[in-house]
């Protein structure tokens, strides 16, 4: 079998979400601006949108990850670092929504006990995925439960879990495609 690659996939929610409030903060301060002759609020008010929505880009978009499979391992390439799994390592793969990838991080935090290092397991947790699972918010939650009920937000991670109890989120284009491919290759 052939080396097959799947691109990240890149989804820009949070600034579209950001982009699509611009108007619910700009038009305050042209109406004040109208009324008044003080068009301050408008302009802070377009320097928060700004810079709302490049905060929100900033979140988006994150580094570009290719994965590879091929018969005995999944490589990972990350920038210039390659992370190799060798096929009998990985236990399973499953797709997963964001929902339940926050869940599962959750769970897998509160299991290593009250002294374990929460940051340090989020980020291998989420070190190879490029979509936003919404563990920080910056629209008090409502983003993130829009994010979370479009169509295309279900099922579009990956957990991949590891025979020493590690879990990764991957976030490949083609989700399903990955994970059939992954476990057609286990069975190799």
């Not at 079998?1 to 108007?23: C, E, I």
């Not at 580094?63 to 990985?90: C, F, P, Q, W």
């Not at 997963?96 to 397991?121: C, F, K, P, T």
């Amino acid at each position: 079998m052939a080396t097959k690659r799947f691109r990240t996939a890149r989804y820009w929610h949070n600034a579209l979400l950001m982009f699509w409030g611009v108007p619910f903060l700009v038009l305050p301060g042209i109406i004040v601006g109208a009324s008044s002759g003080n068009f301050a609020l408008l302009w802070v008010s377009i320097g928060v949108s700004v810079a709302a929505i490049a905060l929100a880009a900033k979140r988006d978009r994150r580094k570009s990850v290719v994965y590879e499979l091929d018969e005995t391992r999944l490589v990972i390439v990350d920038g210039n670092e390659r992370h190799a799994y060798a096929m009998n390592d990985i236990a399973d793969a499953s797709l997963l929504d964001r929902a339940a990838a926050r869940e599962y991080l959750r769970e897998m935090i509160q299991s290593r006990g009250a002294g374990a290092d929460a940051a340090g397991i989020t980020a291998v947790f989420e070190q190879h995925c490029t979509v936003d699972i919404g563990l920080v918010s910056y629209t008090l939650g409502l983003g993130r439960a829009l994010i979370d009920r479009m169509p295309n937000a279900k099922n579009d991670l990956v957990l991949v879990r590891l025979r020493n109890g590690e879990a990764r989120a991957l976030s490949p284009l083609h989700a399903q495609d990955f994970v059939e491919s992954l476990n057609r290759r286990k069975l190799l």
